[in-house]
Nanobody, 112 residues
Framework: QAQLMESGGGSVEAGGSLNLSCVAT????????MDWYRQAPGGERELVSS???????TYGDGVKGRFSVSEDVSKLTMYLHMNSLKIEDMGVYYC??????WGQGTQVIVSS
């Protein structure tokens, strides 16, 4: 069974918004640092955000001020809220935990 599952990807026009979700098992959600990564077409994997065990959140330089992370403990879900989307935000977004668990990814397409 999958320990992480992303959802919410899709197509959006530049300047628009999109929300992603990552559902984890209880063990992972409570014990692990949880990160969002993304990989643009033909590009390298890039850290988007990181949530520590004490819920401190940091963001990658390319998304600061536009993206934010929230969580719903009862649903064991971490969210990524993406605003003012740019074409360079396009790619596959992955949820990762403890440096070893990965979801299958959810694709974000940004059109001009």
């Amino acid at each position: 069974q999958a320990q992480l599952m992303e959802s919410g990807g899709g197509s959006v026009e530049a300047g628009g918004s999109l929300n992603l979700s990552c559902v984890a098992t209880r063990y992972i959600f409570m014990q692990c640092q949880m990160d969002w990564y993304r990989q643009a077409p033909g590009g390298e994997r890039e850290l988007v955000s990181s949530r520590s065990r004490d819920t401190t959140i940091t963001y990658g330089d390319g998304v600061k001020g536009r993206f934010s992370v929230s969580e719903d403990v009862s649903k064991l879900t971490m969210y990524l809220h993406m605003n003012s989307l740019k074409i360079e935000d396009m790619g596959v977004y992955y949820c990762s935990a403890c440096g070893s668990y990965w979801g299958q990814g959810t694709q974000v397409i940004v059109s001009s």
